[in-house]
């Protein structure tokens, strides 16, 4: 199976606009089976206020944001996380959508908000699950979630293969050295698709990577140009939990000691 990043810096406050700025990115990626976008893609992320994040969220059934990646799938055969500000009634959610060609197939809303996020969203209230792809089965997290391994560990004992995380990282290095550790210690794959540039006080922090099951980091990002990462993973291997002939890394847990 053939995974993508895309490492780029939207253009706050206009959908339409980052979907022009994604279609060369997407053309590059086009050969993934998925390709995975930061978090906020369709919206930027360091708003003003409450109702600038209202104003700039959208409706994912109503999107032309969604429906311009829904065709990019069709015409691909692939399929797409990407990181989305979400409006459902009168709440505002930092989701994650997992599209393909039919639409919408897979929706996280993340829990862990991270600073004045707290005062813009709703914080998640969807149960992190996998999503079945093609045989591989993909979960959503989203950037501070990275500070949480209980999360991780929720998705892997479901038998998530894939962890896709849409991210706009500020503290420098920190999610991607913990990053590669949660795909060791659960043996799955993640994607840590995050976002370069500065909107007014905040510096993305680049450096995206895909991760695998040994915590090895089978591609890395520079930390501030735009960029596609590629690579091949072998699925199977998310699927070994064994660390060595006589340890598992599920089985050997002792829930009845600790939290
Ligand atoms: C973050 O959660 N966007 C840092």
């Not at 976008?37 to 994912?60: D, I, Q, T």
């Not at 799955?188 to 450096?207: K, P, S």
Request: aromatic fraction near 10%; include cysteine; glycine fraction near 6%.
């Amino acid at each position: 199976m053939k995974i993508a990043t895309i490492q780029f810096s939207p253009v706050f406050g206009n959908s339409e606009k980052n979907i022009e700025k994604l279609k060369p990115f997407l053309e590059k990626a086009k050969e993934a089976d998925l390709i995975v976008l930061p978090e906020l893609a369709n919206s930027g992320y360091n708003f003003k206020n409450k109702n600038e994040v209202f104003e700039l969220s959208e409706e994912p059934e109503n999107s032309a944001f969604v429906g311009f990646l829904t065709g990019f799938c069709k015409q691909n055969n692939s399929a797409i996380v990407t990181g989305f500000n979400e409006r459902d009634r009168s709440k505002i959610y930092n989701s994650a959508l997992l599209i393909d060609k039919t639409g919408i197939i897979g929706k996280y809303r993340k829990i862990h908000l991270f600073m004045n996020e707290k005062e813009y969203f709703e914080p998640g209230n969807l149960m992190p699950r996998p999503f079945e792809l093609n045989g591989a089965k993909i979960g959503m997290l989203v950037c501070f979630d990275w500070m949480f391994p209980e999360i991780y560990r929720t998705l892997a004992l479901q038998g998530t293969d894939i962890i896709c995380q849409p991210s706009n990282l500020v503290l420098p290095g920190k999610a991607q050295q913990a990053i590669p550790v949660h795909a060791m210690i659960n043996r799955v794959f993640i994607v840590l698709a995050n976002r370069t540039g500065t909107e007014q006080n905040l510096t993305f922090t680049g450096n995206s990577l895909i991760a695998g099951p040994d915590g090895e980091i089978i591609a890395q990002a520079s930390a501030s140009e735009e960029e596609v990462l590629i690579a091949g993973v072998d699925i199977s291997l998310s699927k070994n939990k064994m660390i060595t002939p006589k340890n598992h890394a599920f089985n050997d847990r002792r829930p009845e000691l600790y939290y």
